[in-house]
């Protein structure tokens, strides 16, 4: 028998709210630029035919600049040679348009045909991004701190021009860069080994600039993501349908620019700081490229006027000096980019590397009947707040009882159902579920035994049948339709061509259908009612954007349903709970009132002032409907 006592559940949203335990537990390593490069190239050079395709590339374009300059030898040695004719210039410039054309035909090939070989590798680390993205704790979503620290994870990933595949491509091109620099290189050193110097610290010295200048810009990323996230939110915000009426008959778009306005003047304020840093060095970079014509040209103008050199070879050494500095300068910023996008890249591997799901719980939950939930002193506040959204709530729900939860808006009741179902672990006190301590359980293992409807409901672009089950694999379709009938959506997707195998939306497929709110609450209610081994139903406004009669219908279905099941009921339409067992009322994070519906009748306290009001409510629209069709 293990004695050992059952390991709990890391609070990864808690945790990392802390900035110096967040830095050491996302940023321990501290990978080199080498380090950086090796990890990304395990697939590369696992791969014989990238390889040979690189070293083909290399000599194919490397040898271009080469010929450029020979031509010109060859042209000047033949115009001064006696007897020169039109001829043998033909003939020579043929023969060069005929190898560079067959050169730069194989390097063209090569790298085209190799092109998506890169694409093909980012979409694996950009799905495996997603998967950390789309399992990482649920808390972790609501850390701004965090948020803004691993903001920039899909910037290496997210296009072929930048990140991963981006230095990908600038490598295997630099690969040409290279062969031509010291091809070129050996040919001046023939004549003065100065010039290659002067070359070399030219390529150092901007290397050098260029990493300070990136390096610069990456240590503000956080500020920068922190500004683009608030000014992404503001204007998806600003640009969304569903908010067109309310900023045109409500005259919004003020504020929406009020708020805008100093978040691009503290964006204006981070650019002008990195194109200054960029100005101020930028001076040493340029006058390090002159120095290499300057001393160039002294050079081999002298050396042609003492008679070193005939006017062929100065013609040739001259567009030499030409096209290797133009070649040292691209390799000094292909070598600057690739330095820059690895700082991106070591995020994005720190991001994919890190452990960002409260993982761990060992303890085991027996039976399958409906579950005990106990709330110790539980009490809870969001990451980087203060404010306790529940303080020290006891809460007791009996395995089988329908137990209905109300309270004013802001009172707690969403964030218990976070708490209840494990998206969460509480910031104190404990949470049991048939006696074992909820943290203490494996988080997947806690979600299998929750049917769950929250408040806010989207449909994915799938299939409807795929939205229901929740998978793409081995759905049970009789279990779809009948779990579509109890939620009362079958009638509007039995008169969809494609009836459950409609898809949704017209995100992925133009033929998709979009379902109103109501609809979109049904569906998930059905996926709710699908899950297989739910013993426990959740509803969080399950109802909200329907009409009184189809809540009173699917209420009357669950009310058969839920036999043998734990539930726990969240509405504010209070006249929706009356079939539950007991009724709590939370405030201000706390329960104030708890009983049945009668018995907080009869207190006449917070329950029955909003009971009575929404009833008044309801009785006078009634009347005025009644009004209206008495004409």
Known sequence: ?????????????????????????????????????????????????????????????????????????????????????????????????????????????????????????????????????????????????????????????????????????????????????????????????????????????????????????HSRREELTRVRRRTGKITEAASDFRYGKDLRLFKFSGKFMELLRPLVKTYEKLLKLFTLRSLQLSFIESLALVLIDLSSLLILINSFLQGGITLATLVMLLSAVTVFSAL????????????????????????????????????????????????????????????????????????????????????????????????????????????????????????????????????????????????????DRERVVKSLQTAGLWEKVSSFELGIDQPLLKVVDDRGTILSGGENQKLSIARALYRDGTRCMVMDEPTAALDALAEAKIYEEFDALLSGRTALFISHRLASTLFCDRILLLDDGRIAEQGTHDELMENGGLYQHMFTTQGKYYQEKRDEQQEERNG
């Open 1 to 217: 028998m293990n004695s050992r006592a059952p390991q709990k559940r890391k609070n990864l949203a808690l945790d990392l709210a802390d900035a110096e335990f967040r830095k050491e537990y996302l940023h321990s390593r501290d990978f080199k630029l080498w380090d950086i490069l090796k990890y990304m190239y395990k697939p590369v050079l696992a791969n014989p035919k990238i390889c040979l395709a690189s070293i083909g590339y290399a000599l194919a374009n490397g040898i271009l600049p080469l010929f450029s300059v020979l031509i010109f030898y060859l042209l000047v040695e033949i115009i001064q040679s006696p007897g020169a004719n039109l001829q043998q210039i033909l003939l020579a410039t043929g023969v060069y348009a005929l190898l560079f054309f067959a050169f730069s035909t194989v390097a063209t090939q090569l790298k085209n045909r190799n092109y998506t070989f890169f694409m093909r590798l980012r979409m694996q680390w950009l799905n495996q991004a997603l998967n950390q993205y789309m399992t990482m704790d649920y808390g972790l979503y609501e850390n701004v701190e965090f948020l803004d620290d691993f903001g920039n994870w899909d910037r290496s990933v997210s296009n072929n021009v930048q990140g991963i595949e981006g230095i990908w491509h600038r490598i295997f091109e630099m690969g040409g860069t290279v062969v031509s620099c010291l091809l070129l290189g050996i040919l001046l050193a023939t004549q003065s080994p100065l010039i290659v110097i002067v070359a070399l610290v030219f390529l150092i010295a901007s290397y050098l600039i260029q990493r300070h200048v990136t390096g610069f810009r």
């Open 328 to 475: 040292m300068q691209k390799l000094a910023e292909s070598m600057a980019f690739v330095k820059e996008e690895s700082m991106y890249v070591d995020d994005t591997i720190d991001f994919l590397e890190a452990d960002l799901k409260s993982s761990g719980g060992s303890a085991e939950l027996s039976g399958n009947g409906p579950v005990h939930v106990q709330f110790e002193n539980v009490s809870f506040s969001y990451p980087a707040s203060d404010k306790l959204v529940l303080d020290k709530l006891n809460l007791e729900i009996k395995p089988g009882e329908r137990l209905a939860l109300v309270g004013v808006n802001g009172a707690g009741k969403t964030t218990l159902v976070k708490l209840l179902t494990g998206l969460y672990l509480p910031t104190d006190g404990r949470i049991l579920i048939d006696g074992v301590d909820s943290s203490h359980i494996e988080p997947e293992k806690l979600f299998s035994i929750f049917g769950v409807v929250f408040q806010e409901c989207s449909p994915l672009a799938l299939t409807v049948a795929e939205n229901v089950a929740g998978t793409e694999l081995d759905i």
